[in-house]
């Protein structure tokens, strides 16, 4: 059974950070794209981006483009998250997912429970 367990989230102000970890179990992703999605009140789940295992390039929102960075420990089969300059906009439900597909739109097989990120300002 796969499991991704995401850990990390809370609240800090504006221009803080925070980084999200999700570690996988069930299986090994090293050779499948992971990454994350969003979730605010009100709207519907958004692609903050991912990550993949070749010469693929890390995909980032337009949104989060230069504050946040994703990577990835193999070894650990674990994603991160590493958000800076966090605004209260990026106020919303992080979730983890692997095995994500990008056509025709992009959605994941696998997803975490989700873990929220409050930014004050």
């Known amino acids: 059974q796969v499991q991704l367990v995401e850990s990390g989230g809370g609240m800090v102000q504006a221009g803080g950070s925070l980084r999200l970890s999700c570690a996988a179990s069930?299986?090994?992703?090293?050779?499948?794209?992971m990454g994350w999605f969003r979730q605010a009140p009100g709207k519907d789940r958004e692609v903050v981006g991912f990550i993949s295992w070749g010469v693929e390039p890390t995909y980032y929102a337009d949104s989060v483009k230069g504050r946040f960075t994703i990577s990835r420990d193999n070894a650990k089969n674990t994603v991160y998250l590493q958000m800076n300059s966090l605004k209260p906009e990026d106020t919303a439900v992080y979730f983890c997912a692997a095995g994500l597909s990008v056509v025709p739109t992009t959605t994941a097989t696998y997803w975490g429970q989700g873990t929220q990120v409050t930014v004050s300002s």
């Open positions: 069930g299986r090994t992703f090293s050779r499948a794209r």
